[in-house]
């Protein structure tokens, strides 16, 4: 969770990510962000990170992204 | 048949008596039915074969990616029939739009609306084939989906899971609805009939002789154009939502106040929203994400650090989303700069971003609030104009013309010297004009605050006073009758969008 949480405030520094619920519907995260985010998450956690679950549900808060990491495999 | 010829002010009414008046189960064949009838006025009897093509194409291979999603069928057996099926519909799509272009002898057929449905059957298939949709078994309603005739010819471009239950449910008659709808449509006829059809007299008139003008007309007409534009477009898009909630049909917003836009890729979310996040979705992550690009990121970020690494990806799927935009807008030198001009604008955004970040921290300016919040809509509005050159020139060569024109040889003058009565409108009408491009503001301000609350613009103006809503609806239909139908020699143009 920490590492998660690292990779978003080096995208985002001054976002408060443990606390925030609507980080795509809300436009916190953009597209780029998203590219950049997933990039990461497949090199740091060894997982694949596939187009169907690119869906703003997946990405709004860190608990969500935690859980999809999770499902795909990763050890938080 | 376009929503601007009056022969849409009778098949409308017809249209409703005949699903109304339907048992709630028959109300979608009904719909389908009068989509069919709206398709026939607006493309003729080959165009509904063209549609049927797609319907069936696109009906069949989703079944079949269903069938092979529920076997488990390995990823590289299921991407066969989806790109036959994209293929054959994307070539139709090129085929119908470029032909005449690329082959004059072949002439060009017109097939009203051809993108806006293509797109979103791609949107379809595509999600049957990430396994986020169950498909269609009815044809029928399959056929619906693509040709429900308010979004037909200009959009929006929906996502099945947005209107589907809507669709095929049969909703009855709503007051409440219908008057949200009705005033969305009213507001539609506004935007088209009093101030793109207005503002359309003198930007024809400056951009088809630009020669003759100086660099401060040719700037106004560029000016116009994009309210003209945005009119035009957010209009039909209006009376398209509008007949929709009368039918009971809740279908996506695709703008989002962009002239309150804080940067370009901010604009870009504002603009034609459904099309952005289509080629978000099915174009710009595929392609962000895909394996080459990825062997690309690992490769720019050893050679050039995490941070400028990590982007050289996202800019290549960002021109590439660009570049197709452009080509969805016109195959020309112009589109294409226009394509690129704007991909590059971006990139150079997300390459400067911590500079920005920096600098606003340096000066205290915050994009968010008071003055710096001011500069950036403004910054981004002028930015706006200078492209909106490469839209509407008539060539690559003519807007640069234009440009040079603005820069060089300005004239100020000109604006003052009675040059703008010689362009077809009286002081009179540019008069109107303007009252209704600030009305326009005025509405997008006001829904700009109603988002920041968590609200929108429509339940603001359900809570205003009652006498309030009159009045404005009052003023709103007075400038249409005034300028829509009593103007002498006045006839509606085609919307801009429905040539796409």
Not at chain 1, 65 to 71: E, N, P, Q, S, T
Not at chain 2, 29 to 51: E, H, Q, R
Not at chain 2, 335 to 345: D, I, K, S
Request: with cysteine; hydrophobic share 50%; aromatic share 14%.
């Amino acid at each position: 969770m920490e590492k998660l949480l690292e990779i978003l405030k080096s995208l985002h520094p001054r976002v408060d990510f443990a606390n925030e619920t609507g980080l795509v519907d809300r436009g916190i995260l953009d597209s780029f962000d998203v590219i950049a985010l997933v990039g990461e998450m497949n090199d740091l956690f060894g997982v694949e990170v596939d187009l169907e679950y690119l869906e703003p549900e997946n990405f709004n808060t860190v608990d969500a992204m935690a859980k999809l990491l999770r499902k795909l495999g990763a050890t938080l | 048949m376009s929503f601007a010829e009056p022969r849409f002010l009778l098949f409308l009414p017809a249209a409703l008596i005949c699903y109304f008046a339907s048992p709630k189960r028959v109300r979608p064949y009904t719909l389908l039915a009068a989509s069919l009838v709206f398709y026939w006025f607006a493309g003729g009897v080959f165009a509904l074969l063209v549609i049927s093509a797609t319907a069936v194409t696109v009906y069949l291979t989703a079944l079949r990616l269903g069938a092979l999603r529920r076997s488990d069928a390995p990823k590289r057996r299921r991407k066969a029939p989806l790109a036959a099926c994209l293929a054959l519909n994307f070539g139709l799509l090129f085929l119908f739009r470029y032909s005449g272009r690329l082959i004059p002898s072949l002439g060009l057929l017109l097939i009203p609306g051809i993108s806006f449905y293509t797109f979103q059957s791609a949107g379809y298939l595509i999600d049957a084939y990430r396994g986020k949709l169950e498909p269609e078994r009815n044809i029928l309603k399959l056929a619906l989906f693509i040709s429900f005739f308010p979004q037909l010819v200009i959009g929006p471009i929906s996502r099945h899971s947005q209107i589907a239950d809507d669709l095929f449910a049969g909703h009855g008659w709503n007051w409440e609805r219908a008057r949200g709808g009705i005033s969305r449509i009213i507001w539609g006829y506004f935007l088209k009939l009093v101030i793109a059809d207005y503002a359309a007299v003198p930007v024809n008139a400056v951009i088809s002789s630009y020669q003759n003008y100086g660099g401060a007309v040719i700037a106004f007409a560029v000016l116009l154009y994009s309210f003209q534009l945005y009119a035009d477009f957010a209009g039909g898009i209006s009376i398209a939502i509008g007949v929709g909630k009368l039918v009971g049909v809740t279908m996506p917003e695709n703008f989002a106040q962009p002239f309150f836009a804080r940067s370009l890729t901010d604009y870009w979310r504002r603009w034609h929203i459904t099309l952005g996040a289509w080629l978000r979705d099915y174009l710009f992550y595929s392609l962000a994400l895909s394996k080459p690009l990825g062997r690309l990121g690992r490769v720019t970020r050893r050679a050039f650090g995490a941070n400028l690494g990590k982007m050289i990806p996202a800019s290549v799927a960002t021109f590439a989303v660009y570049i197709v935009m452009a080509v969805w807008h016109g195959l020309s030198f112009k589109t294409l700069a226009y394509g690129l001009l704007n991909g590059g604008l971006i990139t150079l955004s997300l390459y400067f971003g911590p500079f920005w970040e920096k600098l606003r921290r340096v000066t205290k300016l915050d994009g968010g609030r008071g003055f710096g919040a001011v500069f950036a809509t403004v910054r981004t509005f002028v930015l706006v104009v200078f492209l909106r050159y490469f839209a509407r020139a008539v060539s690559l060569r003519a807007a640069l013309s234009m440009l040079k024109r603005t820069l060089l040889r300005f004239e100020p003058r000109a604006l003052l010297d009675g040059t703008l009565g010689t362009l077809g409108l009286t002081a009179g009408e540019y008069a109107t004009l303007a009252a209704a491009i600030v009305l326009l503001l005025a509405r997008d301000a006001v829904a700009e605050r109603a988002v920041k609350l968590g609200s929108n613009f429509e339940s603001r103006l359900a809570s205003a006073r009652p006498a309030a809503q009159f009045l404005l609806t009052a003023a709103v239909l007075a400038l249409i009758v005034y300028c829509g139908v009593y103007r002498e020699g006045y006839i509606a143009s085609q919307f801009i969008y429905a040539q796409y």
